[in-house]
């Protein structure tokens, strides 16, 4: 809170005086000139026998100050900006000040009959009218009226004074043009104040009272949820961090994993909760040496001073430390696991868009890696972070234009080498980037909610295809669904449509789920599986081993396959842990009657042994790749016709 009350009020002093440096540009360039007419115009209506050495002097000498700040400040062309406005002030206060000084000569040079404390007076009112930078006034209230009341103040009581001698002299006349001269500083004070103070960001807003202006400025930088700065806030906080020079600075961008998901499947007071539960873990690590900001749901920005890679590690450890114990909600436990990006703020980086992209781009990368995980940019990442936004925003235009296919990747049975079912999987041409594969957009799909329409949409295609009747008798088609479509108001009425479709034939849709953290701690999660259930669709849990693989899982999904994750087999059967875990979850399934299904089976080796360790099927390039519908029907009729073919591909070993 206090950082961000220092950034609301360092903001608004940054933007006043960069205001103030270019209407000091703008203003200022007719002084010189008008000066030199000035000077030059007094110097013959004053000019005297005994003056006229010293008035020589003063005017050449005054024209060559003009001349030169005119020449030094103007002619180059060169308008203050953010980095600049201190060089500019600083320069225009110099040149006003020495003209404030001349004039204040002139007085002692030309008007002899004053007596000395009207002399010392006028000289203040030339000083204050011309030295005196006009809109330094009009942010410090008490010099703005101050000003005025001096400056009109003594004008007015030489003038009376002078009024009551008889004549109008050439005294008398300059007393009445400085008169002049400090209404039309003051009228122009005024102007220039109002037109400062309305240009201070918002014009409109900002008109009135100071504390709408912090409200507007809060209200602007600050998370609603957190109370943190928010994107545009840290944004601002660090281009003033780089503005002030100083050390370097290392963004972090950190990510709850998995938040989405659970956005999907709570109330949104839970989530929120439990967003401002992480934004407290993260500060407190943290202490008053980082500013954080909540950036977007579960993401958040840390800038730190840059640190020796000994110190950073620290950080991000204290990081990773702070979320080992579980957040609780109600009476349910949730352990909560972050990825983290770094990026370092370089001096010479003045876009810092470019550098949130960047330390976000790690984060994704870190992302990958299950578990709590850390990444430093690298220059690869922004180019995958530039595919990352063309997919995100083309991925609309692409479901409503139908560049999606479904191809079919068979199952193959390991003792009768039937194939009675195959996997959907998703294939996006597009005319733009080429074929993009499901692992780079359904993560994208799933983040914007557009993974609602893309699932139905493979749903709809999958029960069309499915009920072909080239395809064998008893045949079933396996649909990735994801925990984001649970959430999805018209997938039950698709999946009633579709039971509706298949009643009475032996042709099914088989749903394969992806098990994660939190989707079991939802009501309505739970209520849609009861209706898949009660629809008769078939239920594998899918990626088996890769997350939280518990139990209780399998049964509370209802599950009747479980699907090993290719992750586990590739190694087998030389490494023996692996070995030792897939065998304990083959009989895990045979204890609790489900059929495990192996992915991503590539070689003759990994067959036979999944064959010797009773595994049902397989699924894998060894016998088909992913495949069009059409050249599924060739791949299933050539089996028919050759069966010599599958054994040439199926067991060496048979089971015992
Ligand atoms: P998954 O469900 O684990 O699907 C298996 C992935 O492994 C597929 O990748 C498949 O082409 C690939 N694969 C199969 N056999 C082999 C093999 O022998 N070797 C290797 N290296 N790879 C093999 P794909 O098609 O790129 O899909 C990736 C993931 O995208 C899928 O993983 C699934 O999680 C998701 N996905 C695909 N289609 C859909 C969909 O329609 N809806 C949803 N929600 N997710 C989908
Ligand atoms: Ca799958
Ligand atoms: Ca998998």
Same mark, same amino acid.
């Given at each position: 809170m206090?950082q961000l009350k220092?950034l609301?009020?360092?903001t608004r002093?940054?933007?006043?005086r960069l205001?103030?440096a270019?209407?000091?540009?703008?203003?200022?360039?007719?002084?010189?000139?008008?000066?030199?007419l000035?000077a030059v115009t007094c110097a013959?209506l004053?000019?005297?026998?005994e003056?006229?050495g010293?008035?020589?002097?003063?005017?050449?000498a005054?024209?060559?100050l003009?001349?030169?700040?005119?020449?030094a400040?103007?002619l180059?062309r060169?308008?203050?900006?953010a980095?600049?406005y201190?060089?500019w002030?600083?320069n225009f206060i110099?040149?006003?000040?020495?003209y404030?000084?001349m004039?204040?000569?002139?007085?002692f040079?030309?008007l002899?009959?004053?007596?000395?404390?009207q002399?010392?007076a006028?000289?203040m009112?030339?000083?204050?009218i011309v030295?005196?930078p006009?809109p330094?006034?009009?942010y410090?209230l008490p010099?703005?009226?101050?000003?005025?009341?001096?400056?009109?103040?003594?004008a007015?009581v030489?003038l009376?004074?002078k009024?009551l001698?008889?004549?109008?002299n050439?005294?008398? &006349?300059?007393l009445v043009?400085?008169l002049v001269a &400090?209404v039309?500083?003051?009228?122009?004070?005024m102007?220039?104040?109002?037109s400062?103070?309305?240009?201070?960001?918002d014009r #409109?807003?900002?008109s009135t009272s100071v504390?709408?202006?912090?409200k507007?400025?809060r209200?602007?930088y600050q998370?609603?949820v957190t109370?943190m700065? =928010?994107?545009?806030?840290m944004?601002c906080?660090?281009?003033?961090?780089r503005?002030?020079?100083?050390t370097g600075?290392?963004l972090l961008?950190?990510?709850v994993?998995d938040?989405?998901q659970?956005?999907?499947?709570?109330?949104?007071?839970?989530v929120? #909760?439990l967003v401002k539960?992480?934004?407290?873990?993260?500060?407190s690590?943290a202490?008053?040496?980082l500013?954080v900001?909540?950036v977007?749901?579960g993401e958040y920005l840390?800038?730190?001073?840059?640190?020796d890679?000994?110190a950073e590690?620290?950080?991000?450890?204290?990081l990773?430390q702070a979320?080992?114990?579980?957040?609780?909600?109600g009476t349910?436990q949730?352990?909560l696991?972050?990825?983290?990006?770094?990026?370092?703020?370089?001096?010479d /980086?003045?876009? /810092?868009?470019?550098v949130?992209?960047k330390?976000v781009?790690a984060?994704r990368?870190?992302?990958k890696?299950?578990g709590?995980?850390?990444a430093?940019y690298?220059t690869s990442?922004?180019?995958r972070?530039n595919r990352?936004?063309?997919?995100r925003?083309?991925?609309q235009?692409?479901?409503?234009s139908n560049?999606f296919t479904v191809f079919l990747q068979p199952?193959v049975?390991?003792?009768?080498?039937?194939v009675?079912s195959?996997e959907?999987?998703i #294939?996006w041409?597009?005319?733009?980037?080429?074929?993009?594969?499901p692992?780079?957009?359904?993560p994208i799909?799933?983040?914007?909610?557009?993974?609602?329409?893309l699932?139905?949409?493979v749903?709809?295609?999958a029960?069309?295809?499915?009920? =072909?009747p080239?395809l064998?008798?008893?045949?079933?088609?396996?649909v =990735?669904?994801?925990v984001?479509?649970?959430?999805?108001?018209?997938l039950i009425?698709?999946?009633?449509e579709i039971a509706?479709?298949?009643?009475g034939?032996?042709? #099914?849709i088989?749903?394969?789920?992806?098990?994660s953290?939190?989707?079991?701690? &939802?009501v309505?999660?739970?209520m849609?599986?009861r209706?898949i259930e009660r629809?008769g669709?078939?239920?594998?849990?899918?990626?088996?081993g890769t997350?939280y693989?518990s139990? &209780?899982?399998?049964?509370?999904l209802?599950a009747?396959?479980?699907k090993?994750d290719?992750s586990?087999?590739d190694?087998?059967?030389? =490494?023996?842990?692996h070995a030792a875990?897939v065998?304990?979850?083959?009989?895990m399934a045979?204890t609790?009657?489900l059929?495990?299904?192996a992915?991503?089976?590539e070689?003759?080796?990994?067959?036979?042994?999944?064959?010797?360790?009773?595994?049902?099927a397989?699924?894998g390039?060894?016998?088909s790749?992913?495949?069009a519908?059409?050249?599924?029907?060739?791949w299933l009729e050539?089996r028919t016709t050759q069966?010599e073919v599958?054994?040439?591909?199926?067991?060496?070993?048979?089971?015992?």
């Amino acid at each position: 809170m206090i950082q961000l009350k220092a950034l609301l009020l360092s903001t608004r002093a940054e933007y006043f005086r960069l205001e103030l440096a270019e209407q000091l540009f703008k203003r200022g360039r007719e002084i010189p000139l008008v000066g030199i007419l000035a000077a030059v115009t007094c110097a013959t209506l004053f000019q005297t026998s005994e003056n006229k050495g010293a008035l020589t002097i003063w005017v050449i000498a005054f024209i060559a100050l003009y001349a030169t700040s005119y020449l030094a400040l103007f002619l180059p062309r060169r308008k203050p900006n953010a980095n600049t406005y201190a060089v500019w002030t600083r320069n225009f206060i110099w040149a006003f000040a020495s003209y404030g000084v001349m004039w204040g000569v002139f007085t002692f040079i030309c008007l002899e009959s004053l007596g000395f404390w009207q002399e010392v007076a006028l000289f203040m009112i030339l000083f204050a009218i011309v030295s005196v930078p006009m809109p330094v006034l009009a942010y410090c209230l008490p010099a703005a009226i101050l000003h005025p009341i001096l400056v009109l103040g003594s004008a007015s009581v030489l003038l009376i004074q002078k009024s009551l001698e008889p004549g109008m002299n050439h005294e008398t &006349s300059l007393l009445v043009m400085l008169l002049v001269a &400090s209404v039309m500083s003051t009228y122009k004070q005024m102007i220039m104040a109002k037109s400062l103070v309305s240009s201070v960001d918002d014009r #409109r807003r900002l008109s009135t009272s100071v504390s709408t202006i912090q409200k507007m400025k809060r209200e602007k930088y600050q998370d609603t949820v957190t109370g943190m700065l =928010n994107l545009e806030g840290m944004v601002c906080h660090m281009r003033k961090a780089r503005l002030s020079g100083g050390t370097g600075y290392t963004l972090l961008s950190l990510k709850v994993d998995d938040l989405e998901q659970m956005y999907s499947t709570h109330t949104k007071s839970i989530v929120d #909760r439990l967003v401002k539960v992480v934004a407290r873990r993260i500060e407190s690590p943290a202490g008053g040496a980082l500013t954080v900001a909540h950036v977007g749901l579960g993401e958040y920005l840390i800038l730190t001073p840059e640190q020796d890679a000994e110190a950073e590690e620290g950080t991000i450890g204290d990081l990773f430390q702070a979320f080992n114990h579980p957040y609780f909600s109600g009476t349910k436990q949730l352990y909560l696991t972050v990825s983290i990006g770094a990026t370092s703020l370089c001096s010479d /980086e003045h876009d /810092e868009s470019a550098v949130i992209s960047k330390a976000v781009s790690a984060m994704r990368e870190a992302a990958k890696d299950p578990g709590n995980s850390f990444a430093r940019y690298d220059t690869s990442m922004s180019d995958r972070f530039n595919r990352w936004m063309g997919i995100r925003s083309q991925l609309q235009h692409a479901i409503k234009s139908n560049e999606f296919t479904v191809f079919l990747q068979p199952k193959v049975e390991i003792e009768t080498g039937a194939v009675s079912s195959a996997e959907a999987l998703i #294939r996006w041409q597009s005319p733009t980037m080429g074929i993009v594969n499901p692992a780079d957009f359904i993560p994208i799909a799933e983040s914007t909610g557009d993974i609602m329409a893309l699932g139905r949409w493979v749903l709809r295609e999958a029960a069309l295809l499915v009920q =072909n009747p080239m395809l064998p008798d008893a045949f079933s088609i396996a649909v =990735n669904v994801s925990v984001k479509q649970f959430a999805d108001p018209k997938l039950i009425g698709l999946l009633e449509e579709i039971a509706q479709e298949l009643k009475g034939t032996q042709r #099914r849709i088989d749903l394969e789920i992806t098990e994660s953290a939190l989707m079991l701690e &939802s009501v309505e999660v739970k209520m849609m599986l009861r209706d898949i259930e009660r629809l008769g669709f078939g239920v594998a849990l899918d990626d088996f081993g890769t997350g939280y693989s518990s139990l &209780s899982y399998l049964t509370q999904l209802n599950a009747d396959t479980v699907k090993l994750d290719k992750s586990f087999l590739d190694e087998i059967p030389v =490494n023996t842990k692996h070995a030792a875990f897939v065998s304990s979850v083959i009989l895990m399934a045979k204890t609790l009657g489900l059929k495990l299904v192996a992915e991503g089976v590539e070689r003759k080796d990994q067959l036979d042994w999944l064959a010797l360790n009773q595994c049902d099927a397989v699924q894998g390039y060894l016998f088909s790749r992913p495949l069009a519908f059409p050249d599924l029907l060739r791949w299933l009729e050539c089996r028919t016709t050759q069966p010599e073919v599958i054994e040439s591909q199926l067991l060496t070993v048979s089971p015992t």
